[in-house]
């Protein structure tokens, strides 16, 4: 595979908090160094400036705190103005690392209070009702906790979407931008995933709701809605019913799919989900308490579905490989092979000629995994985006440009 023959790259961020964000900010700062870059604006914008196509990101996927960032690049704003929008004046290890010498396009600070809005003006509305007022209570520990938590969320991400809609996107509209993005979410009262973009209608089939109805501010505020930090969030659709969407990765991990359907023949995934390995300078889990052993669990969850999804890729790929092989082996009639290779394909949904990059941390990084998910420490933020440029460092050197 040489990187520099690739026509059309897709760059797919995961989520994970602003832990994530800053990874993926790492990321992208090694990619930029090994030759790629980043478009994004309007149409105009993109065909005056990257009408070169090598080595040029012109398709973004993203879920939940990845899609803030693929928000912020598909809009046409640099590394340095994204970093600079999470920490105004950063630590010397952001400063290093991006050798910032002019912010060309400045954004406002992206603060805690953009991203962590109270889920409704009443904080009692958080408190179990139990504990405002006598109820007669039946059935065990499950039956308590449902009704005495209705709170759907503590928190809201419409700050986030309103920092969007005013900071961030200009027309905030899939299709005023001269790149493809892809927004991923789940629907709450349905088991689909969600795909927000540039469609002219929306459509759907058993597992996956392709849907245009939304602003771009809107579907990343759905994406980034976790529960139970982050209440779902409603959005209206064509017919002005709100349909109510969370977190983008409750049904996938990694949805490079997107990408490859979206003609893309280089997907480059970041990822920052890794689960702690034993080191003697942190020592085990089990001294850490709850909170500490809940990520592990949860982690380790979804590094195995991330595994699954590659080994999946992997074997279709070996499959085609093989039956192109036999049929050429065996001296079968050419029109045959193409034929078959065509319906497997078809089958399972695998795009010919696609390559696949994945970028993670090292399991060796435990900063990564035991810093908070959703700090603005200057100092955190300067560690983790330097674990995101080393982790892609080294994965871009095996690979010949």
Known sequence: ??????????????????????????????????????????????????????????????????????TFLASGYSIEAIIDAFERGAASDLNRLTQRKKVYARLKPLSYRDMFALNGGNFMDVVPNFLRRRSIMTGGLESLIKNGFKINGLFTTKGIEKYLRTHVVKENSFASLGVDLFIVGTQLNHSRKVIFGNFPETRKDKN?????????????????????????????????????????????????????????????????????????EMG??????????????????????????????????????????????????????????????????????????????????????FVDHFSLNPEILGKIVHIGFKAALQVLRKIDL
Not at 33 to 60: C, I, N, P, Q, R
Not at 341 to 366: A, C, F, T
Request: hydrophobic residues 40%; proline residues 4%; aromatic residues 10%.
């Open 208 to 280: 996956i709701k392709y849907a245009g109805f939304a602003t771009i501010s809107e579907a990343v505020a759905a994406s980034a809605s976790l529960p139970p930090v982050f209440a779902p969030y409603g959005i209206r659709n064509e017919k002005g019913k709100e349909i109510f969407f969370f977190d983008g990765e409750i049904r996938e991990t990694l949805s490079t799919h997107i990408a490859a359907d979206a003609g893309a023949d280089l997907v480059i995934s970041s990822y920052s989900v890794q689960p702690y390995h034993y080191t003697p």
């Open 284 to 369: 085990s889990l089990h001294n850490y308490g709850i909170p500490l052993i809940i990520n592990q669990a949860l982690y380790q969850v979804i590094e195995q579905k991330i595994a699954k999804h590659i080994e999946h890729q992997q074997n279709i790929s070996a499959i085609m490989s093989a039956i192109d092989g036999y049929f050429k082996q065996a001296n079968l009639p050419d029109e045959h092979r193409e034929k078959l290779l065509d319906i497997v394909s078809k089958r399972v949904n695998h795009k010919p000629g696609v390559d696949y990059i994945y970028i993670h941390p090292s399991p060796q990084d435990h900063e990564m995994f």
């Open 1 to 70: 595979m040489r990187l520099s023959e690739k026509k059309k790259i897709a760059l797919v961020l995961s989520g994970g908090g602003i832990k994530a964000a800053a990874f993926h900010l790492g990321v992208c700062l090694a990619l930029r160094e090994k030759g790629f870059s980043f478009a994004g604006g309007s149409a105009e914008d993109v065909h005056m400036k990257y009408s070169d196509d090598k080595l040029t990101f012109k398709v973004y996927v993203g879920s939940s705190a990845g899609a803030v960032i693929s």
